[in-house]
């Protein structure tokens, strides 16, 4: 929820390493990443710290792949919302992950899969696009 | 040249013990198959059990078809066909659900003159007539029955 | 026992137009198996907000337990479990399937609602259009500004249109609220509220109208309504519109308990535009009874009233064919035991036509017994004794004619041994006939009492050969089965009995083997003679006859010299006419049947007959036969028939049946009947 990005943000992992020259720094092996209701855990984290060109803000970039590599949230309304895919890219100041390679997010009504899903966490929007001729697919459950 | 005496109409074993139904119970057909299975060393049950295959006469009809007219129009001779339907369900495996029957159908036919001058008489003929189809429908329901398999 | 259940498919059956039931396929073939509630969509893009509000386009398809939807958009609010969708809309359960422009559907109400649809019952012909359609769980299908018809077709030669019309939930019945009926798109009856048949289950309403044409009665409608009384009975009412006669009514009742069924029908026209002279109503009833109670009882029953001798040919009914010439009035109640059985019969016949009067039988009583018993015990030789008896008591119809009873009984032994390779029947029989007859014209041969006895000695074996041949590469049976008998019945003159239910039998092959050659009792033809003939068929793997000739005759030993009216004087020549007949069955469409008994000592053709038989289909078929007899009711006959029932197209039918007079050189009759 949006509390969460207040929050510190936490990463463990067996290994690390550090491209200073890029601003990249990777994490290797069970990474985990929490921050507030957020966490990701991942085989492979790569931080991209930037710039954001207009807001002259720090925008950091993470990037997770993993087999598959997995972004769980907190709802507003308490429920959980879990993302996985091969490869997950998280900007939090822009609120928005895009997951990739037989992407799937679960929430408590929905469970929708597809190649590409990018999902808002301030509107708590999602929005899965297919490519060529597979399709996207989204199981709705009845309202209990 | 190859001829030899007709063997035995070996029913398959399952079907020496059967029961035949009909919906006119006392029909003639019905009379007639009931004889010639016993002729043939059948045991014809009397009340249906689901263990014992069931033969039903299903309908035996009899059409006329108008072959030749006299001058006044009437008819003149008659074919007569003579269809039957019947249905042969074997008797339930141990354990399996009932089968389902399979059904037959054939037709006999017989030319027959008739003359409205005599009707009792011609009446009298038809009935030989159809006793005689139905003498032959029941050697033919038996010789089927020889042939079909489960 | 008497003839039975002998109604006859009338000669102008009409080709009733069978709309093929269309069954479309599934949309999805792979589609996965939904058993909980949960809703599959697949589609190009979707978005979800907030876990409730979702959207779909490109390509959607919504999967659930109970249906499947295509379209282009498709838009699902959650927490209401409502969706609507656009363009395309391709809605399939497993009842119905519709096309339609927008789809608006509440699954807490378990409701959805189409715009502007084409729906297709599954499993059943009805099919049509509505501006607005609704499928409720409770109120089934509600179509409002619809059609609804069950003929296939861009214009379907007849549909309903109305205000609504509602198919109730099971799918069974149909209501529709202000409708038109449409004859070529042409409104016909207008009704304010009226139900109709949609699914096969008996269910009241009108069945399919037939339109046709005849020469007889110029443009007919048939507007069939059944009525589903009760699981038991059922009645369908058919007004039948001529427009040369006016417009009759026909009904029919059909009731079924237990083993007993029957029915009745009434075809009642009040006056008949066509007749000038009279104008008293044309009718015909007939009542039919086929039962067995209480176990060893059987009652039948068929009685016919007709209202005047052409009734048949002008007006035809379903029940005769047009050129019958005699109407059935039987009543019979049977008795089966295990040995004995016994019948109860009365008869009398409704002649068309200015025809000798016939006798009436009241009563006729059969009792006939059977008591097998062994014979020199060890062997498995079985004999039985037998019995028949038949007392009848011919009743005249017109004071010129003599009226009698008769008491006869037959009782012998019998030794009737069948397997299937050989089988031999000998029989020693007694006949003994007792006549009580009066109303005799003067001058007449016949005498008040007259007793006949007469013993019968009857061997018929035969022999049943078979062997496996090869033809045209696949497998046939062929068999040869040789048949003989010896009958011998003593000469005695007969010519003091009056003629009540005798006439000579037709010799054709069959007739070879009879041990009589007279139908009925008040003629014992003598005999001293044996009779030979030979049977070989070829039978396919299923037992289907594909090929048979038969041929034989009979030799007779001694000639009879009696000179009576129907002993054909066989003026002492001493074999009868070789009988043999041919059947042959190229394929399950073409086959060809011929008969002939050809007079060897003064050769001549007592009789012939040969067809070529075309079977189009189940129902259609073509047969053109000759067919030549030297004395049908004392006239020579030859004539050339073409029979034929075909459809011309998906609208029109022939049937018909043109017979040429080769002897008077003109045609009898040409008969058509066109129906859409």
Redesign the interface.
Known sequence: AKKDLTQEITIKSKRQSADLKNKIASYLDDVSISQGTISIVADIVQVYSGIDSNTKEKSDTYLAKGQPAIFKQALEDGSLITLQANEIKYQPDLHIITVSGNAQVKQAGSKVTGETITYNTLSEKLEAISRNDDSVTTILQPLK | ?????????LLSDELQTLYVSS??????LT?LVKQHLS??QVNVLKHRNTQAPELRIMSD?????????????????YELIYTVNYQLRFAAKDGDPIEEPQNFRFEL????????????????????L???MRQSAAD?IL??MA?IQR | SATENSETHSESAEFTQQCAIPVFSPMISDAPQITDDSINITSKYASIEKDQVANFNGGVILLDKSQTIKADQLAFDRSLMTFNAQGNIHYQNQSIDILASELYASKKDKKSTMLDAAYQLYGNPGHGSADQLEISAQKGLSLLDSTFTTCIGENPDWQIKASEIIISADGSEGEAYHAQVRLFDTPILYLPYFTFPVSKQRKSGFLYPKIGSSSNSGVEIEIPYYWNIAPNIDATITPHYMSKRGTQLKTELRYLSGLQNGSINFEYLNKDNELSANSDARYLTRFQHVGTFSDNFRAYVDYTTISDDNYLIDIGSNQYNANDAYLYQVGELAYFGEQWQTTIKLQDFEVLGNHQSSYKTLPHVEISAQEPFKLFSQQNLSGQFEFNSELTSFQAQSDDQVSANRYHVEAGVSFPISTPAWFLTSEFKLMHTYYQQDNIQAGSTLSETVNRTLPKVRFHGGINFDRNINLFDNDYTQTIEPQIQYLYIPEKNQSNIGLYDTTKLQDDFNGLFRDKSFSGLDRVASANQYTWGVTSRVLDQSNLEVFRLSIGRIQYLSTSNTVDALFESNNNNLQSSVAASLFYRLNHKWQISSDIQYNTDESFTNKSQAAVNYQIDKYNSVQLNHRYARNVSDSSLEQMSLLANFAINKDWAFVGRLTQDLKEQRSIESYLWNTI
């Open positions: 040249c190859g001829f030899h005496l007709r063997g035995d109409y919906s006119d119970v006392h029909g003639e009379r002729r043939n009809q009899l059409d006329r078809r108008t072959l030749s007219v006299f001058e006044n129009g009437q008819v003149a001779e036919n017989r030319d027959y003159q008739d003359d409205p001058n005599l009707a009792p008489a011609k009446s009298r003929e038809l009935s030989l159809l006793s005689e033919k010789r089927d042939r």
